[in-house]
């Protein structure tokens, strides 16, 4: 089993920054891919970005790409989403993901474990 617990959301203005947290337990996330996907009020989860166990390779979905960056802190367990230059479209509640393998999927089925998700809200 893995527990994910999610932090660093908020309100803030367009063209803002906010770091995301995601703490693991029970698990070595290094040795698992992690996810954040990101759900809107009346919209689907989508993926916004994954690295790979151990972070040798991350991806991004087109939409935030060049604004956000993940990370991984092996030594403390720790996933990172740095969101940089927001906009309102990125308001919605996000989540991190572990997948049982190490390489991540942009396909919320493809991950067993999920956080509880942090709010964020971006005004114009």
């Known amino acids: 089993q893995v527990q994910l617990v999610e932090s660093g959301g908020g309100l803030v203005q367009a063209g803002d920054s906010l770091r995301l947290s995601c703490a693991a337990s029970?698990?070595?996330?290094?040795?698992?891919?992690v996810g954040w996907f990101r759900q809107a009020p009346g919209k689907e989860r989508e993926f916004v970005a994954g690295?790979?166990?151990?972070?040798?390779?991350?991806g991004y979905a087109d939409s935030v790409k060049g604004r956000f960056t993940i990370s991984s802190d092996n030594a403390k367990n720790m996933v990172y989403l740095q969101m940089n230059s927001l906009k309102p479209d990125d308001t919605a509640v996000y989540h991190c993901a572990v997948r049982s393998a190490l390489v991540f999927l942009p396909t919320a089925g493809a991950y067993d474990y999920w956080g509880q998700g942090t709010q964020v809200t971006v005004s114009s």
């Open positions: 029970g698990r070595t996330l290094s040795s698992y891919a």
């Open positions: 690295i790979t166990g151990g972070g040798g390779a991350t």
